[in-house]
């Protein structure tokens, strides 16, 4: 069973800056895709940005892109969400997913989560 590990969240003002990390375990990291999501309350979990197993290719929510980027450390089997100017509406519990669903961006259709990490932007 995949074990997902999120961390780095926290308290920021507007325009701030936060790098999530989330460690994998249980599961041959390089052969996945990884992604990160996230749910604001009383919302859906949503696609936030997603990257191959390679590396080689990334996608990314429209409102996120330029702000934040997805990379991937495959000998720590570590994914990593980096985020600058920070938005009040980004605020949410973000979770990341090993699963080659992430690239379909259908958080209904991955089967495992961590516990998230609590991200708040304040304005």
């Known amino acids: 069973q995949v074990q997902l590990v999120e961390s780095g969240g926290g308290l920021v003002q507007a325009g701030g800056s936060l790098r999530l990390s989330c460690a994998v375990s249980?599961?041959?990291?390089?052969?996945?895709?990884m992604g990160w999501f996230r749910q604001a309350p009383g919302r859906e979990r949503e696609f936030v940005a997603a990257?191959?197993?390679?590396?080689?290719?990334?996608i990314y929510k429209d409102s996120v892109k330029g702000r934040f980027t997805i990379s991937r450390d495959n000998a720590k089997n570590t994914v990593y969400l980096q985020m600058v100017n920070l938005k009040p509406e980004d605020t949410a519990v973000y979770y990341c997913?090993?699963?080659?669903?992430?690239?379909?961006?259908?958080?209904?259709?991955?089967?495992?989560w961590g516990q998230g990490t609590q991200v708040t932007v304040s304005s």
């Open positions: 990257i191959s197993s390679s590396g080689s290719t990334t």
């Open positions: 249980g599961r041959t990291f390089s052969n996945y895709p």
């Open positions: 997913a090993a699963d080659s669903a992430v690239m379909l961006r259908i958080a209904t259709m991955i089967p495992n």
